[in-house]
Every structure is written in C-alpha cells, then in structure tokens.
C-alpha cells in the first residue's frame, strides 16, 4: 500500500481509507490481510478523478460567468 501512497502522494492511512471505503478496488490477500491494487485500478482510478476534476473546473467556470 506504501507505493499506491506514494505514487497518489498521500500518506499510507489515506490510501488505506481509500481502499476500506471502496472508492479504490483492491483485494485482500493471504493471513495476514495484505491489501493489492492492480495497476488497471489504480490508473483507472487515477483518469477518474482527473474527470471529476475537469467537471468541478468547467462548473466553477460556468458559475462565474452567470
């Protein structure tokens, strides 16, 4: 889970926090409870937020012009 934090540049509870609530899927693997990301996830994780971003700009934007 350290290398999902640090490539999202977050702490490691943040990425933990992620993935208990669903918003990133992981799988829990072996006894004692290792969580794994597959790399499809992550980046497809990662081009979601880039467009939640973008809808947050364009609506702000609007928004200013009104």
Known sequence: MTDI????QISSSQA???V????LPAIQIGG???WR???TMLDE?????????RRLVE????E???
């Open 5 to 8: 934090a640090e490539i999202l």
């Open 59 to 62: 609506g702000a934007k609007a």
């Open 20 to 23: 208990r609530s669903g918003e």
């Open 16 to 18: 933990y926090a992620l």
């Open 45 to 53: 994780y990662i081009q979601d937020k880039y467009a939640e971003t």
């Open 64 to 66: 200013n012009k009104a």
């Open 32 to 34: 004692r409870g290792q």
């Open 37 to 39: 990301v597959e790399q």
